[in-house]
């Protein structure tokens, strides 16, 4: 209760969050990281967050611990934020590669994804695409099967269906996601903001539909026949 009512009337620093900047991903797009150097030498940590949030979002409270000990690399995955537009199609293993990319524009070799809830099943693809590249993987309320259950399965496959309708009515304009989705606050304008308020104009950079398709493709993915082959930490 005490954290809670911390971040509700707590305010950005430069301590809170590091500075943020759009990394260009060779053939894929351009995204956006919050970078946080570590010590001399230190694992590069890749923070991936939930469905409907950002990078800054989701880990804002774990920068400043994680980078005593890691290098600390938070992105925007695909359709949320700031990160590349979604497209048509929201395929997981491309939210894989588009980290893949990222540690070659970073000129990291190789990395520990750290997924929560959708980033899960991105830090598991990442190791099954990408295995030369992965130290270790850290999974957070997350699953290799979302549709276990009959209630599940219907639920996630109505979302495609959902997702399709929206589509069509794409010119409907509470669907368009944020008109300000492209601004970056300075550095300036974000010291000393309520935190409320800075997470609420986080939220609306999210696409409703390019929500609604991630989720859909999370209700796809099942990492259950080769998940125990694991060979990292």
Known sequence: MVQI????????????LPPGRRVE????????VYDQPGPPGAPTLVLLH????????????????LSQRFRVVAVDLRGHGRG??????????????????LADALGVER???????????????LWHRHRDRVDGMVL???????????????????L???ALALRLAGSFPPFRGAPAGDHVMEEQDLEGMRL???????????????MLAAAHALGRFSSHEWIGEVDVP
């Open 196 to 210: 409320p308020l800075w997470a609420f104009d986080e939220l609306r950079r999210c696409n409703p539909l390019a």
């Open 50 to 65: 939930g469905l409907g949030a950002t990078g800054a979002l989701n880990w804002f409270p774990s920068f400043g611990p």
């Open 5 to 16: 009512l911390g971040y509700t009337f707590g305010r950005l620093t430069a301590e809170t």
């Open 111 to 125: 990395v520990v994804p750290v997924g929560y809830s959708l980033g899960g099943p991105i830090a598991q693809l």
């Open 160 to 162: 495609g269906g959902a």
């Open 84 to 101: 590349i537009p979604a497209g048509r199609a929201y395929r997981l293993a491309d939210c894989a590669d588009d980290i893949a990319a």
């Open 140 to 158: 957070c309320a997350t699953s290799r099967n979302f549709s276990g259950t009959i209630v599940e399965r219907c639920f996630y496959q109505g």
């Open 25 to 32: 991903l060779a053939g894929r797009g351009t995204t956006f």
